[in-house]
């Protein structure tokens, strides 16, 4: 997961919440105590250590060159940055080149990558580690986080863009049953004996993503790539720090509106599956002689054998492909009439017109759930803004309702919060402020504010 800026859109987003076990089941025993942002940096300095130049994650990376900041639940502590902005003070119980920040810092939302003081920086959350995962998953996480910033600065090209994921064709059935078949057949390649297998596999899942493709606007087909090398490489050089080597196909398959998530995994398969058919795919991706990853499969695969399924497992993909679009649309509707009954304070945020619309600043596409053309329900985190101020929305459930034919990125005419405790309302002449637990901050001149019988009502614009 990371924070990116998406130039395209100039907005900040947060791929957020993601655990060590993002493309495997199997979990790890739990440490004796929780770790400590000083355990964290000694195990990813262990790892860089215990792998050296001739098992290098990547080609030209160097975790230990980009700082990294983690929040362990009461401050920020800041590890090899080389000049900490100003808040942060020398904390030598955390390590020699330890610097913190009591409290979390503004920009450390998340697992992911930010500017700090100028400088690219890997964030760490510990305080939302859930329980069970090890110290080595960790620090492999750290890396990833870490990655993200060499790839930014490095490959800027390896992005997708995000807008896309909003009208993302989660509802055919057609298209899901494809790329579950061929999610199956790399994963059969990954688990053949032969390399003659291995590529017979790969050919077929190649096939069955050219023909997915065809079947798709091209926007699509590039984010799913996009993300790939963004999400699924940053994925493999984790498994590599963790000393893992197979992407677990889950329990049960990529919902229809996984389409990020199992880009993860996807991606992560593609790169090892290249380490096994072609050594040297790294520096080929790298210096851009290879566009995409599955370019780089095509490409050192060549013409041969073509694998296939039998009739009766690609009518079962099928039958389950449609099974599971209607299981989403009841999903989507249950989680809307969840959030609806959610008890407590309600705020609702409106534009008076078009000139007041907000626009997207931050948000986290792994957890948003798009519900038609207009409204997208967002699980933890969102930022909108105009002219005029800003509102952020943190592990607070909102709705948003676009005003054009984009849900979002055509701006946005009103949002809903709920189950907010009873907020705390500001008006001074035009400026109104708003803040509600657990984790609403609004701010905005040229507003009004009503608020009556559990309900704040935020008008925007004159």
């Not at 694998?307 to 389950?320: G, L, S």
Request: charged residues 25%.
């Amino acid at each position: 997961m990371r924070l990116l800026l998406l130039t395209t859109l100039g907005i900040a987003l947060v791929a957020c919440s993601r655990t060590p076990s993002n493309v495997r089941d199997e979990t790890v025993p739990a440490p004796s105590r929780p770790p400590t942002a000083g355990d964290l940096e000694r195990e990813v300095g262990r790892l860089v250590a215990e792998h050296g130049a001739e098992r290098a994650f990547w080609p030209g990376f160097d975790p230990l060159a980009i700082p990294l900041a983690v929040y362990d639940g009461e401050r920020t502590v800041l590890f090899r940055h080389p000049s900490p902005p100003e808040g942060f003070v020398p904390a030598p119980d955390a390590g020699s080149s330890a610097h913190a920040h009591d409290g979390r810092h503004e920009a450390i939302i998340a697992n992911t990558s930010v500017e700090l003081g100028g400088v690219s920086t890997a964030t760490f959350l510990l305080d939302q580690v859930p329980p069970g995962y090890g110290l080595t998953d960790l620090a492999a996480v750290a890396i990833h986080e870490a990655f993200h910033a060499h790839q930014r600065a490095h490959h800027p090209d390896w992005i997708a863009n995000e807008a896309d994921l909003f009208t993302y064709p989660t509802g055919s059935a057609e298209l899901l049953a494809f790329q579950r078949m061929e999610a199956a057949a790399l994963h059969e390649a990954l688990a053949a004996d032969s390399l003659d297998a291995a590529g017979c596999w790969a050919r077929r899942s190649l096939a069955l993503r050219e023909d997915r493709y065809a079947r798709m606007a091209p926007a699509f087909a590039a984010y799913e790539r996009g993300t790939e090398l963004n999400e699924g490489l940053a994925t493999y050089v984790e498994m590599r720090a963790a000393g893992r080597d197979t992407v677990a196909r889950p329990a049960t398959e990529f919902g229809p509106a996984d389409v990020r998530r199992r880009a993860y995994a996807s991606g992560a398969a593609l790169a090892l599956l290249l380490d096994r058919l072609a050594p040297d795919w790294q520096t080929a991706l790298a210096t851009g002689e290879a566009q995409t990853l599955d370019a780089a499969l095509a490409a050192a695969l060549g013409a041969g054998k073509t694998c296939a399924f039998d009739a009766a497992t690609t009518k079962d993909a099928e039958a389950k492909a449609r099974a599971d679009i209607a299981a989403l649309a009841a999903e989507r509707s249950r989680r809307l009439a969840e959030f609806e009954a959610s008890p407590g304070w309600r705020v609702v945020i409106e534009a008076a017109h078009d000139g007041a619309l907000l626009r997207p600043q931050g948000l986290d596409p792994l957890n948003v759930v798009p519900l038609d053309a207009r409204r997208t329900l967002h699980a933890r985190f969102l930022r909108l803004g105009n002219d005029a101020g800003h509102m952020v929305a943190m592990n607070a459930a909102s709705l948003t309702e676009g005003a054009g034919t984009h849900p979002l990125f055509d701006g946005v005419r009103r949002v809903t919060l709920t189950g907010l405790a009873e907020p705390q309302v500001h008006q001074a002449e035009d400026k109104v402020t708003v803040q509600a637990a657990p984790g609403l901050d609004l701010a905005f001149d040229d507003a009004t504010v009503e608020h009556e019988d559990g309900v704040v009502t935020v008008r925007l614009g004159r």
